[in-house]
């Protein structure tokens, strides 16, 4: 079995000390506030100058906590005065918001940091920031700061409601500002918030993990578990739905330890049920669940929640217990099927979906198989699969792998073809049926047809007209396939 050690005491008593200082002053807050001033009166400068305004290009990679970050930087910059632009080229401040769970998705942002530098020779004005998970990373930082000097501004996650305090030292000084200090990471309240989507919305619960798993960043890029005060989030989603959003979809990277470091005893499940009482508010949706915390609780708040949409994802990420003791996910493949059996049976309609890795260094041949013999027990309606990417930091970076490149390959497809049959099987089950759909507008392959989500999340295409988009509508399905659905307005 791999061994490793569980961040030893630093951990403990960094977690002691997050306990503490939870929120961000609001005196600090205020602090910022005047930042974002000064940026407004810079901009306003800009705009008496070229009699328009600066404008910001945003591009998030990476995950759903990550476009909510995006959105609240797109708040802040909002209030500083910027407009924006889905054109770098014509920008005069780019904000890359970066991941770090795999290795490609950072050569994805050096791709385009390099694109970055020709238009910049162009408009030497532009500001450029990167920020997010990937460069919180000592060597990553490091490393852009010394091949890559057009980058200006540099923060982490955890300094994310600095922004406008940092983008102006930028702008005043003139070598590259850093900010990747690896606080405590308290929650910064009240940071203006600029959503892509007018009926629904993500809203974060909780920052941060502390799971450790051998294979990830995440914790070492954004921090402990942390999560916000009830009141505040009920708040949020008040206000959403006052303003029309009527799905909301709850984000922490382990929702199932919400509420373990408030003061009071409230759990995720107590939260869904108050979420389930806001008027206004039709669906709601959760991720990620940790199978190692997931249970009865909320499975009853699921079911007794008629808001909840019949839909689970349960990163399984290995069929195999060996590997799963070797992850550090702390379940077994046993007790994994016995909670989605619970589940399954207590949520009629309930659809499932997972994360998988393959390819994680002590994954056998006979591993892998127990992971396609799972997928074939629970009988996902998705999966996300990952080929296994070896992250600097971790305690499974320093393993060989013990299956070739070329093997993990060939697993990879092997299992990509299970799930297809399984993902298009319980598809072709939704045929003749009728559905109710959250129509989100044109789809962006086909403008004569709308798409839109089942409470199950299946994406479902039906001609129709884009003033529909936002509305809830029954849809016939008359087709399946292997990654959505196909139907007519009944
Ligand atoms: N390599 C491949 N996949 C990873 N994930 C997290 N870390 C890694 C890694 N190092 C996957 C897990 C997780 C999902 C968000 O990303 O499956 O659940
Ligand atoms: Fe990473 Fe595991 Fe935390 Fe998920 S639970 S973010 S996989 S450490």
Not at 160 to 168: A, G, I, K, T
Not at 296 to 318: F, G, N, T, W, Y
Request: with cysteine; hydrophobic share 35%; aromatic share 8%.
């Amino acid at each position: 079995m791999l061994e490793y050690t569980l961040q030893g005491n630093s951990f403990e008593r960094r977690f002691q000390e997050n306990l503490m200082a939870k929120y961000i002053e609001e005196s600090e807050l205020l602090r910022i506030g005047e930042y974002t001033k000064l940026l407004k009166k810079q901009n306003e400068i800009f705009e008496s100058e070229y009699s328009r305004l600066p404008r910001a290009y945003l591009e998030t990679h990476g995950c759903q906590q990550n476009e909510n970050d995006t959105e609240r930087i797109r708040g802040m910059l909002f209030e500083a005065g910027y407009d924006f632009t889905d054109d770098p080229a014509k920008s005069d401040l780019v904000v890359f918001n970066t991941c770090a769970v795999r290795e490609n998705a950072e050569d994805k942002v050096f791709g385009r940091i390099g694109i970055l530098k020709h238009i910049k020779e162009r408009r030497p004005h532009m500001m450029i920031a990167l920020c997010g998970c990937m460069v919180q990373q000592k060597h990553i930082a490091e490393r852009i700061q010394k091949v890559h000097e057009h980058i200006d501004l540099i923060f982490g996650p955890q300094a994310l409601y600095r922004m406008p305090e940092l983008l102006y030292n930028a702008y005043k000084s003139r070598k590259a500002v850093v900010d990747i200090e690896d606080s405590v990471g308290a929650i910064a309240e009240d940071i203006p918030v600029l959503r892509d989507a007018a009926h629904k919305a993500w809203v974060s619960v909780m920052y941060g993990c502390n799971n450790f798993c051998t294979y990830c960043i995440v914790p070492y890029v954004r921090g402990r578990e942390r999560s916000r005060r009830p009141e505040k989030i009920i708040e949020e989603i008040k206000e959403l739905a006052k303003d029309g959003v009527s799905e909301i979809t709850l984000l922490g990277q382990n929702v199932n330890s919400y509420g373990l470091d408030l003061d009071e005893e409230k759990d995720f499940a107590d939260l869904i049920r108050r979420v389930n009482e806001v008027d206004g508010i039709k669906r709601i949706r959760f991720m990620t669940s940790h199978p190692k915390d997931f249970g009865d609780r909320l499975i009853d708040a699921m079911a007794e929640s008629e808001k909840v949409c019949p839909q689970l994802h349960l990163p399984l990420q290995s069929g195999s217990d060996r590997v799963l003791a070797d992850m550090n996910r702390k379940y077994t493949s046993a007790e994994y099927l016995k909670k989605l059996e619970k589940a399954k049976k207590r949520i009629p309609n309930l659809a499932l979906s997972t994360d998988i890795i393959v390819g994680f260094p002590t994954e056998r041949q006979e591993d892998f198989e127990d992971t396609l013999e799972m997928l074939k027990k629970a009988e996902y309606d998705s999966i996300f699969s990952f080929i296994y990417s070896r992250r600097e930091g971790t305690p499974a970076a320093k393993l060989e792998s013990v299956l070739s490149e070329e093997k993990i390959h060939e697993n990879f497809n092997r299992m990509l073809e299970v799930q297809n049959e399984i993902s298009l099987r319980k598809n072709k089950a939704y045929v003749g049926k009728v559905v109710t759909v959250l129509i989100d507008g044109i789809s962006k392959t086909d403008d004569k047809m709308l798409t839109g989500r089942t409470d199950t999340a299946k994406i479902v295409n039906f001609p129709g007209s884009a003033e529909l988009a936002g509305s809830y509508r029954k849809v016939r399905i008359t087709d399946a396939r292997t990654w959505s659905l196909y139907g007519e307005l009944v």
